[in-house]
T-cell receptor
């Protein structure tokens, strides 16, 4: 099935560094969601975006809904070890009820 | 715990056996979704219920798969004659109606291993 393209695929960073990742699609999305998944668990919602250009923060996390509606970005500031996990973007096109997920960005944080 | 609950968390079965998974959504949510996730991939949509009505099914949902939500509350996903390719994490999610219908909350998943 269709999946969104996320980059980078993986990141190895030091504690305290900022992180940026993005998600792109060939289709227009009308909602973007960012989830974090840890091993053996389901995805946990981080941020939801509803309008083109929208910038939303959740603690150290900030996400943006791209103005073309074909991309979204997630930034994590001052990373800490518990930020380790796989970050997925997901979105809806049109009136679809199903979420289309990205390929994931695996984040590793070293001390 | 008022989140989405899935049971069992892990299931090991032999090829050819039938398996059934259960999902209990967040109590006030009328929409329920099933996804499948294989290693290194994002979740892929399988099917969706609004109340007891199954409104959408993915082409991934072969005729060996059947999902039900008989009373509009919990849902079951059955896989008949399991194959090794069915090995995956099966995730359930739920969402509310109105403005909150776009926010899907996921359970911890059922990891299926077919030997």
């Amino acid at each position: 099935g269709q999946q969104l393209n996320q980059s980078p695929q993986s990141m190895f960073i030091q504690e305290g560094e900022d992180v940026s990742m993005n998600c792109t699609s060939s289709s227009i999305f009308n909602t973007w969601l960012w989830y974090k998944q840890e091993p053996g668990e389901g995805p946990v919602l981080l941020i939801a975006l509803y309008k083109a250009g929208e910038l939303t923060s959740n603690g150290r996390l900030t996400a943006q809904f791209g103005i073309t509606r074909k991309d979204s970005f997630l930034n994590i500031s001052a990373s800490i070890p518990s930020d380790v996990g796989i970050y997925f973007c997901a979105g809806y096109t049109g009136t679809a009820s199903k979420l289309t997920f990205g390929t994931g960005t695996r984040l590793q944080v070293t001390l | 715990d008022t989140g989405v609950s899935q049971d069992p968390r892990h299931k090991i079965t032999k090829r050819g056996q039938n398996v059934t998974f259960r999902c209990d959504p967040i109590s006030e949510h009328n929409r329920l979704y099933w996804y499948r996730q294989t290693l290194g991939q994002g979740p892929e949509f399988l099917t969706y219920f609004q109340n007891e009505a199954q409104l959408e099914k993915s082409r991934l949902l072969s005729d060996r798969f059947s999902a039900e939500r008989p009373k509009g509350s919990f849902s079951t996903l059955e896989i008949q004659r399991t194959e090794q390719g069915d090995s995956a994490m099966y995730l359930c999610a739920s969402s509310g109606s109105g403005l909150s219908k776009n926010i899907q909350y996921f359970g911890a998943g059922t990891r299926l291993s077919v030997l």
